[in-house]
């Protein structure tokens, strides 16, 4: 018989294809386990499948009295709580770097798209203005990439694949991370101190509780009036209310954002601002970023299914 | 008293400041130039300002019986007329290179927006339908840029710099040339072959009357159903009518396009189409190309009233 899997986050099917082949998948659609299974069904499982950034905490992982396994799928594991799976010895595994190129493509994707207003110009010629030489004021021209600062902020594998691409756009690239690197890149000291230089923040940090609204009102205000904020990593990072204020008042020029506070809900304040290109946390979603991707869960639940540690496992913290 | 230049084309008043600064402009607003001023007004024209798309032939460079310069604003010289102009002993000049990178840009913003699909993103989160979990067959996983086949056509300037830009994104680069060059791409031979390799065609060649339509329904059919084509030289080198039959019935994937055959007009047969990004002709449309290519504009004029050689001067056909 077939081992069983829980999936506890909501995937598209085709997603869970692969997976379907090799293991007994108890597919909760995202809905609270209980509302979908009985207690007689979750007593034998053993390993859980989920979205690094779906809520997974002590009480839930209580749920499963056999649970030895939490596999995300994808790079994030910051809604699991590592410590709470620690104590259970539930070992948590994830997709380190599958989806690195994806994303940082992304994060290219809505610079030049925000910076080069790609939406207006779209409606400028969809619409016919641009027929009859209406004028646009969103359209005057922009600075462009060469010699444009590019902060990125966390210069982990994604970090780094956004720092290269940037570099072939002849663009200056400074970072600020925890750690300093030997990398061909400006380092600074501070958050505050790459915002008062760069005109693009380029979010590519780790979530956790560490870097919850790290980019607050204060940092935006560094960034300043020319200044462009691309959020790839996790809505958390910013401090959404301050960001509309920020967009709104002109404190900022302008944002692209993959991410939300509570996805997959954008508020209308948000989503109704012309100066923002949005995407539905589409970053690591290319073919062969979730092949990857999948690579990574079928390796991580064959292993522990066999009683071996899982080859992408999540260092305790 | 200030040299005149007659500004042929129509072109935003800020593009003008620098040049009214330096000379006497007499600006037709791109009208017909009879229309606008008198045969006695233009008797004492020594140079024109052309944006050098703009048709300018044998008939409109005899309206100014003193005219010695063309001066083209930006790279493109393909609406003059270089045999009429070296009959009458009209020197040419233009920006070379002055908004490669700029153009560049666009290029790989078009690119990115189509094949991630931005445009239908950014409408999927702004309309509700994400928070509300509605399907959305457009925004299905697509190929990323890591091993993706891109293929340029023309390896000027601008080519270069796109293949520069691709090569940082993981993606392979091949090209077709009139030309050979030592470069890290592979070369085909022919447009066709280039077509049949590659996924994204960009189009960065040099337009005139022997690319006229090149990119025809041919090359499109052997660029083939998961192929997109990015126009950012001219709309002459597409047969846009073939086109649109491509992008209609599904013969490509999808298109980027800056550029049109008859601009600023885009048919409604092509800006209804969803598998589309349009921009306004904005390649060289960022503060630091404007600024570098009026410098080329006025070393130009400066260089020929005083009455030495073009600095940047079009070699005639």
């Known amino acids: 018989m077939a081992d069983k899997v829980l999936v506890y986050s909501r995937f598209p099917k085709t997603m869970m294809a692969r997976f379907a082949e090799r293991f007994e998948l ?65 070992a948590v595994g994830h997709s380190p ?10 994060a290219m994707t809505l610079m030049l798209a925000t910076t080069r207003r790609i939406l207006v110009a779209d409606q400028y010629v969809r619409s016919g203005d641009w027929a009859a030489s209406k004028q646009s004021p969103m359209m005057r021209p922009q600075a462009g990439m060469p010699g444009r600062r590019i902060g990125v902020y966390g210069m982990g594998e994604i970090g780094r694949k956004i720092a290269a691409r940037c570099a072939a756009f002849e663009s200056e690239v400074g970072y600020f991370s925890r750690t300093r690197y030997d990398l061909p890149y400006q380092y600074f000291p501070t958050l505050e101190a790459l915002a008062d230089w760069c005109s693009v923040l380029m979010i590519a940090v780790r979530a956790g509780a560490d870097t919850q609204h790290v980019v607050n009102a204060d940092i935006l205000g560094h ?94 913290a």
């Open 26 to 90: 108890l597919d909760t659609g995202g809905k609270p386990t209980r509302e979908v299974f009985s207690a007689d069904q979750l007593g034998g499982i053993r390993a859980l499948l989920t979205a690094g950034g779906s809520p997974l905490g002590a009480e839930a992982m209580d749920l499963f009295p056999k649970l030895g396994a939490i596999v995300c799928y994808g790079t994030g594991f910051d809604g699991v709580d590592l410590k709470a799976a620690a104590a259970r010895n539930i």
């Open 223 to 316: 960034l300043g009036k020319d200044g462009y904020v691309v959020n790839i990593s996790r809505g958390s990072v910013i401090d959404q209310n301050a960001l509309v204020a920020a967009l709104t008042d002109k404190t900022i020029a302008g944002a692209g954002l993959d991410v939300f506070e509570k996805e997959p809900h954008a508020p209308d304040a948000l989503t109704s601002l012309p100066n923002v290109v949005f995407a539905p946390h589409i970053g690591g979603h290319t073919l062969e970023s979730h092949v990857a991707m999948q690579n990574c869960v079928l390796a991580n639940l064959t292993a522990y299914f066999e009683g071996k540690p899982l080859p992408y496992q999540v260092k305790s």
């Open 97 to 106: 770097g599958a989806n690195a190129a994806s994303v940082a493509d992304i």
